[in-house]
């Protein structure tokens, strides 16, 4: 058969399973409107018999019984209505282009073609007309060459003959490109795929997927996955395919609440949030460790890394490195709970637990339980046992209080719905005692507040706590004077409601320690990306919230922007050693995607270690820097450059060291409306001319890049080399650096001067 024969064959097929597809979707969509009256009867239905049946008391017990069926039945169709809507998503996911990818395979002498998608086709009788790419036989399409090759299935090990592997590109259903291919998955498609101009959401890649990519998104085995990839190398999108893939294979035990991702922004959580639903997947939940923090410690300001990285000297003192090293270890939280353990007969730090604007339990009491308990007895055993004393003092007061006459007052007051409310809610039979009995419920409610801050722990004060352990430490990293001085600012940022990073963490870990808590055994699995961004204490106090999470870990040591000034050690050796003892499976991705040759090219070799960055073979325009003599003549240059930029690209993103250098450059832009200043608070990108400072660009990419002043007064070494690689490592298809007077020294040994 000739290329075009086989061409046109493949063609009937796409339109007669697009066809397919459409009538799927117009019958789904009639099953959903009948599923969405069905669900509403339902509804109607149960509010009518609960307002009917829970006004008489006698009824209360089939009024149970009906409330429950009814419940079922609303259960059932939200769910059937639910599976409908995903069916119908999953369809229109695969209209306009089924599948991207043919494997013919020979297994048990018996010969097969197969087609894969983004999710499964059935026919009316079953049978397979495209396979979903997390199937298991999927996995020959991404990593085998052709012949024997074998797969993985719920059974073990299979093997198979693979005789064809083929690739297409379908747009509108019209076959573009199309060729067999020995290869993971041929460059052709790819070149094309990633000649495509930058968009507001980030794509999936299930159709280009490479075998490295393929290895971290179908591992289920490691504890801790540790990704090591440089810029462009699809971290980001292998961990969002990683959670589809999970999704699929574990969907009688996972769904998407169980997976957490630690994002670096919020600009970078709605550029990724397109992907899994494009998948037929939910999205997994989404946190910035800011937010993470913020949650533990209601109350208190966290100061965030891009604040503190704004603050920070360009040379800072060393005391405060060795200060600042020493707390982000994970080393300084152990230091902190042994502290704790060897000062045995210290009584922790309470706090008395007001109620109507007065001690309910004063700290001295609370204290003197506490020294109550032996102390052969670990420090948590000892909260706890205090902690249960208090609930059964309350308890006790509760009984006691019932028959106390400004209760029964109350109880008096009490209107009918009320009264009756408290019956129901608490189920309490009619007797003799039932006036005792509702007492003691309506004293339960009303003392809540107590009962919660008990449970809640909130008569424990950790800052104090802290402070403490801080003084008493054994610590010889600096001065007895310099360590006294670090320990009173903390002092006074508490009184503020403010706090470190550093501290926040050590704290949250000391509170979780002694009162036993802040565990989420639920979460499955912990993604967290721009990895280099996070120190081992942050990690070790991630791990100890989330006990039976397994760790995807994904990160660049070469794009080191907010901490590189003063880390002195290689972020990916840190983890190994933190995890020791676990299942840690290390991969690096070589292979950049994102930007042309030219630009890869150009800043790898910014990099000591530049042969470890591969450049993919993409043609563009090599990047250039423009150097201008004076500050008018550079504001001028740097607009008419963007300016030129805009007419050929849609993105073109201004990026800067800092935000008041982005605001200096934006100032200079006038009131044009085509250019935006992007700061933290922003969820999304325009389009047009963009200026904001690299760290907020973490993890995005632009058209075209406009590195602003690339000067040695900006970047004067190497403390700024993790800086300006992430700046030109943004740039898809264009990168231009601008340098007012001398350029910097990092650009020596780069490949073009001019
Ligand atoms: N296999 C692939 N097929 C198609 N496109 C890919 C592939 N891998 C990566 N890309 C594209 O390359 C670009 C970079 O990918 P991604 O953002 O996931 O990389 P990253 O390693 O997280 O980058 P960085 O660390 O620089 O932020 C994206 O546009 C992505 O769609």
């Known amino acids: 058969m000739t290329i075009n024969e086989t061409k046109e064959e493949e063609q009937t097929r796409v339109s007669k399973i697009a066809q397919k597809i459409d009538n799927k979707i117009a019958q789904t969509t009639e099953n959903l409107e009948k599923a969405h009256t069905e669900t509403h009867n339902i509804y109607r239905n149960y509010g009518e018999n609960i307002k009917v049946n829970t006004f008489e008391v006698d009824d209360k017990m089939e009024t149970n019984a009906s409330v429950q069926q009814q419940k079922q039945l609303v259960t059932l169709a939200v769910e059937n209505e639910n599976i409908l809507e995903s069916n119908k998503q999953q369809l229109e996911n695969l209209q306009g282009s089924p599948y991207f990818g043919r494997i013919d395979v020979v297994e048990d002498n018996e010969e097969d073609t197969l087609y894969i998608g983004t999710s499964t086709l059935q026919d009316d009788d079953g049978e397979f007309l495209i396979y979903d790419w997390r199937a298991p036989i999927s996995g020959i399409y991404y990593n085998g060459i052709l012949g024997k090759v074998s797969y993985s299935t719920p059974n073990g090990k299979a093997e198979v003959d693979l005789k064809k592997k083929r690739q297409f590109q379908i747009i509108n259903n019209k076959i573009r490109t199309m060729f067999d291919t020995n290869e993971t998955v041929g460059d052709e498609i790819l070149q094309s795929v990633l000649s495509e101009y930058s968009d507001e959401y980030m794509k999936n890649i299930v159709a280009t997927i490479q075998h490295e990519q393929n290895t971290i998104i179908r591992d289920t085995h490691s504890d801790v996955l540790l990704v090591q990839g440089v810029a462009g190398s699809g971290k980001t999108s292998a961990i969002l395919q990683r959670v589809a893939y999970l999704l699929y294979h574990s969907r009688s035990t996972l769904d998407a609440d169980k997976i957490v991702l630690f994002s670096p922004n919020r600009l970078f959580s709605n550029y990724i949030s397109e992907v899994l639903p494009s998948l037929g997947e939910r999205n997994m939940r989404q946190v910035t460790l800011n937010e993470f923090i913020s949650f533990r410690l209601t109350g208190i300001q966290v100061e965030t890394l891009f604040d503190r990285y704004e603050k920070d000297e360009r040379n800072l003192p060393q005391t405060t490195i060795d200060i ?290 591969k450049s993919f073979s993409r043609k563009g325009e090599i990047p250039s820097i423009k150097v201008f003599d004076d500050e008018t003549d550079y504001y001028m240059g740097l607009k008419q450059t963007a300016r030129e930029l805009t007419d050929k690209y849609e993105t073109v993103a201004i990026l800067t060291r800092n935000q008041a250098q982005a605001e200096q450059v934006y100032t200079h832009f006038g009131d044009e409306s085509l250019v935006t200043l992007v700061d933290a608070d922003f969820r999304s990108v325009p389009k047009g001319i963009l200026v904001m400072p690299i760290y907020l660009a973490k993890g995005l990419e632009f058209d075209a890049v406009i590195g602003h002043d690339i000067s040695a007064a900006n970047y004067p070494d190497s403390r700024s080399r993790d800086t300006l690689y992430t700046i030109c490592t943004r740039a898809m298809h264009n990168l231009t650096l601008c340098v007012e007077k001398v350029p910097s020294p990092l650009l020596e040994h780069t490949k073009i001067t001019n």
């Open 324 to 613: 600042r090293l020493f707390k982000e270890s994970a080393d300084f939280l152990t230091t902190l709970e042994q502290t704790e353990k060897e000062n045995k007969e210290h009584t922790l730090y309470f706090e008395d637990i007001i109620f109507e604007g007065k001690p309910f339990f004063t700290k001295e009491e609370i204290s003197e339980i506490y020294n109550r308990q032996n102390t052969a007895f670990s420090i948590p055993d000892r909260f706890l046992k205090t902690k249960n004393i208090l609930i059964k003092q309350l308890k006790r007061r509760i009984h006691n209080d019932r028959d106390e006459d400004w209760v029964q007052a109350e109880i008096d007051n009490l209107n009918d719905e009320d009264f009756q409310q408290i019956i129901t809610d608490n189920n309490i039979e009619e007797s003799t005692n039932q006036r005792s009995i509702i007492a003691e419920e309506f004293l339960k409610e009303r003392y809540a507040p107590i009962y919660n801050a008990l449970i809640n722990n909130y008569f424990f004060d950790p800052y104090k706590e802290y402070v403490f352990l801080l003084t008493n430490m054994n610590q010889d990293i600096v001065s007895n004077k310099v360590w006294q001085t670090m320990i009173e600012s903390i002092d006074q940022n508490v009184e503020a409601h403010k706090l470190g990073l550093s501290d926040a963490i050590a704290i949250l870990y000391l509170r979780d320690f002694i009162t036993d808590s802040g565990t989420n055994h639920n979460i499955q699995h912990i993604f967290i990306d721009e990895i280099q961004d996070y120190t081992m204490a942050q990690l070790k106090y991630i791990s100890h919230s989330f006990p039976n999470a397994k760790m995807t870990l994904l990160g660049d040591r070469a794009q080191d922007v907010l901490t590189s000034s003063y880390r002195n050690k290689d972020v990916i050796d840190a983890i190994c050693e933190l995890y020791q003892g676990k299942k840690v499976t290390t991969i690096n991705l070589n292979q950049s995607y994102r930007s042309t040759a030219e630009i890869t090219d150009f800043a790898k070799s910014l990099l000591p270690n530049a042969k470890e960055v």
